[in-house]
């Protein structure tokens, strides 16, 4: 199957290339810097990458395991996370990650005033919070009454691509061009590359590294295995869906018939009750015909006798 010319970023193996490597570490500190920048008081200027796996008893599960995570010349540190699949509870993983990082801190012999703040960023290819409107959302602690920001070393940012609609002619602001960057890169014409890029040469950077040519067999390999991945997972969800629909919809018939079948069978008895009354047979006689409560058959008795004439039903 052919391969666009632009892959996708969304790809963990792309994800990782563009935003994991020392060789396009400009690329991230650019991005950063861009997306974060009404949380940082200070410009980023360099970042070192840290090990990835959080918890290596336990680096088998994906729970253990961040994209990329660095921290820059002041301590702090910087969770970076592509997230593709609907995971339900994300947003407590997010917590999640950033308390583990921050916590580490202290098992290396920092004191607790010298624990550094936690920078936790998401992007993610479905709707997280979908009562918020915007694509973006920032998220900091504070005081629930005065709004001041005591508790400062916490930041999460998570942008959800779908609901960024914008199209290349839109694109406004440079946090606009790494949202499209993110949604659409794959999918893009040279003729809209142009526009989109404009002067911005880590723009460019990016997209060039997205560029399937400046990539080797083997990492187009890793990239095409990632993607079928994707594909499994996404072909198995909508199996599981599916057949869960079909399950509910013959649980849903069979209740429905038994449901008739039941109701046919009490109005059958509530008709043979009422003919046996209206012939003057007794109570104690037509609850072993007809297996009805006694209470049931009494009140049925007092509707007949208030009826003008016999009604049949």
């Given amino acids: ?160 691509l779908p609901k960024f609609n914008k199209n290349h002619e839109e694109l406004f602001s440079i946090e606009e061009k790494w949202c499209y960057f993110f949604k659409h890169a794959h999918q893009i014409t040279e003729e809209d590359l142009k526009k989109i890029i404009g002067d911005d040469s880590i723009i460019h950077k990016a997209y060039t590294a997205l560029n399937q040519y400046h990539w080797t067999d083997e990492e187009l390999r890793a990239y095409e295995a990632m993607k079928r991945e994707r594909m499994d997972q996404k072909a198995i969800l909508e199996y599981k869906i599916d057949e869960g629909k079909a399950i509910g919809r013959i649980e849903g018939e069979a209740i429905g018939l038994e449901k008739g079948r039941t109701e046919g069978i009490e109005k059958e008895k509530m008709q043979t009750a009422k003919r046996l009354l209206q012939t003057g047979c007794e109570t104690d006689l037509i609850v072993q ?25």
């Fill in 289 to 313: 015909a007809t297996d009805l409560p006694r209470e049931q058959i009494e009140n049925l008795r007092k509707s007949i006798l208030e009826e003008p004439s016999a009604v049949n039903f």
């Fill in 1 to 160: 199957m052919a391969i666009a010319k632009y892959l996708d970023p969304k790809n963990d193996i792309a994800f990782k290339k563009i935003f994991g490597s020392e060789k396009n570490k400009d690329i991230l500190i650019h991005f950063l810097n861009d997306i974060l920048g009404s949380f940082k008081k200070n410009h980023i200027v360099d970042v070192e990458f840290l090990p990835t796996i959080l918890n290596p008893e336990t680096a088998i599960q994906k729970q253990s395991i961040v994209d990329v995570l660095c921290k820059d010349k002041n301590g702090a540190k910087y969770i970076i996370e592509m997230q593709v699949s609907a995971a339900k509870g994300f947003e407590k993983r997010a917590q999640y990650y950033a308390a583990k990082v921050y916590g580490d801190q202290a098992r290396i012999g920092e004191e607790y005033h010298d624990l550094k703040e936690i920078i936790f960023l998401a992007i993610a290819d479905y709707v997280i919070f979908p009562n918020k409107p915007h694509y973006k959302s920032d998220h900091i602690v504070l005081d629930k009454i005065t709004y001041e920001h005591d508790l400062k070393d916490f930041f999460f940012t998570f942008i959800e």
